[in-house]
């Protein structure tokens, strides 16, 4: 098992960021969650399988069709058991 917090940066929020990486974890048994932050970036975390996680992390650096992401940091985080994937 692998949990990550990611930080998204670019064109990223009122673009449908969020429920397009909603959708794709939901898709890919993915656990955790998404949020915009007050600095325009969007903050993530994803939980599951280690493949599950590299996949997510393959898939936001495309975003949806408007998007436009310039840079993403990842760092390792503590698993926290999310059971589903929220956006907040």
Do not use: C
């Not at 998404?34 to 975390?45: F, I, K, M, Q, T």
């Not at 949806?64 to 589903?84: C, I, L, M, N, Q």
Request: aromatic share 10%.
């Amino acid at each position: 098992m692998k949990a990550v917090e990611v930080f998204i940066s670019g064109r990223v929020q009122a673009v449908g960021f969020r429920a397009f990486t909603r959708r794709n974890a939901v898709m890919l048994g993915v656990r955790g969650y998404v949020e915009n932050l007050d600095d325009g970036r969007v903050h993530a975390v994803f939980e599951g399988e280690d493949h599950q996680v590299e996949k997510m992390l393959e898939l936001i650096w495309h975003g949806p069709r408007f998007s436009e992401v310039r840079e993403v940091k990842v760092k390792p985080t503590d698993r926290a058991g999310h059971t589903g994937f929220d956006v907040r």
